[in-house]
């Protein structure tokens, strides 16, 4: 499970194998999806360099709920390959907006 807090940005260290050996993208993308699980991502995020960075804008003004989240692999031609990481995104609400 990932947590995080409304309108905050978090960093995300994201590390793929491939038959034990790290996965090191050529021609494929890597990104990072959060949404409710019946439609389009709300938001997605490129993993660069095995990181995706969640914007402050990204989170903002969604609800304080759990969420799903997965890391997709698409090849070269944007049809995705596999599906390797999912699970649940909590989004937390804010202690103190007034800071």
């Not at 940005?9 to 409710?36: C, K, M, S, Y």
């Not at 990204?58 to 990481?85: G, I, M």
């Not at 909590?90 to 103190?96: G, T």
């Amino acid at each position: 499970m990932i947590e995080m807090r409304k309108g905050d940005t978090l960093r995300l260290d994201i590390t793929l194998t491939n038959n034990g050996e790290p996965f090191i993208p050529v021609d494929e993308q890597i990104v990072f999806a959060v949404g409710n699980g019946v439609s389009s991502p709300l938001f997605t995020c490129p993993v660069v360099e095995g990181v995706a960075q969640i914007t402050h804008e990204q989170t903002k003004s969604l609800p304080c709920r759990t969420y799903k989240f997965d890391v997709r692999v698409y090849n070269a031609n944007k049809e995705l390959v596999a599906t390797p990481l999912f699970g649940d995104f909590k989004l937390l609400e804010v202690v103190n907006n007034d800071l």
